[in-house]
């Protein structure tokens, strides 16, 4: 290898990294959770890269895969930030199933359709130029980006909400506990007066019939005294 390809070599190698650099610094800062897959090529890069500088006779070969390393960690960069968008619009959906989102979120739908637009690019969009591939799904992200802000306010707002609709559930539900226990009361109570009543009613039946056989007996009495006579 020349000098003067060696040098339009680096030339590259820094381009392509501070590109890198700069990508890692914009995904990485706002949403530290996300997994960069860019980092371990950036390591396997630079094992080539000081392979190249070590070794005279693999240059061509080392510095080719220095090259694929850094462009494919350039490429993550990118994947990496549509990657974390489709788990927080997932886990969006999951925690919000149970209400009617477009209640709250009018626009809801249209937001869906820029993450089903930005997933059917990734999953169509051939692959075999990637700069092309990066700057195409760039201009999708830049959709995304602005939504997903909303929706982290959204959840917030929703979360309230759902906490709002949890407690005025549980309050119906301990109103109706309550009303089932005292209605089971007033059921008891009713059936302890009615046998009550059918006590009293049975004890008057009773001494009314005892009534009645006293009379029958002292009529019959009286009636057997004046045959007597």
Same mark, same amino acid.
């Given at each position: ?8 070599? $680096? ?8 590109? /890198? ?12 959770? $996300? ?20 070794? &005279? #006779? ?6 080719? %895969?220095?090259?694929?390393? /850094?462009? =494919? ?16 619009? #997932?886990?969006?959906?999951? #925690? ?10 009018? &626009? ?7 993450? %089903?637009?930005? =997933? ?23 959709? @995304? =980006?602005? @939504?997903?802000?909303?929706?982290? +306010? ?11 609709? +949890?407690? &005025? ?17 007033? =059921?008891?109570? $009713?059936?302890?007066? &009615? ?10 039946? @009773?001494? @009314?019939? +005892? ?5 029958? #007996? ?12």
């Amino acid at each position: 290898m020349s000098v003067l390809e060696r040098n339009e070599l $680096i030339n590259q190698l820094s381009e392509r990294v501070e590109m /890198v650099e700069k990508r890692l610094s914009q995904v990485e800062r706002p949403y530290p959770v $996300i997994h960069v897959p860019s980092l371990n090529e950036l390591r396997y890069a630079l094992v080539h890269l000081l392979r190249y500088l070590r070794d &005279e #006779t693999n240059q061509e070969k080392e510095a080719e %895969n220095a090259f694929k390393h /850094v462009r =494919r960690a350039h490429y993550d960069c990118y994947e990496a930030e549509a990657l974390f968008y489709f788990k927080e619009i #997932t886990q969006f959906e999951e #925690t919000f199933k149970e209400i009617y989102i477009l209640k709250h979120i009018p &626009e809801y739908l249209e937001w869906s359709f820029s993450y %089903n637009d930005l =997933r059917d690019f990734m999953q169509s969009f051939s692959k075999e130029d990637r700069d092309k591939y990066c700057d195409e799904l760039e201009q999708k992200l830049s959709n @995304i =980006r602005p @939504i997903h802000s909303k929706l982290k +306010t959204a959840r917030l707002e929703l979360l309230k909400y759902v906490e709002k609709l +949890t407690e &005025e559930n549980e309050k119906l539900l301990d109103d109706k506990l309550k009303a089932e226990e005292e209605l089971k009361i007033a =059921r008891m109570t $009713i059936d302890v007066r &009615e046998k009550s009543l059918r006590q009293v009613k049975i004890s008057n039946i @009773i001494a @009314i019939s +005892t009534a009645i056989l006293a009379a029958i #007996t002292g009529i019959t009495g009286l009636l057997l005294s004046l045959s007597g006579k």
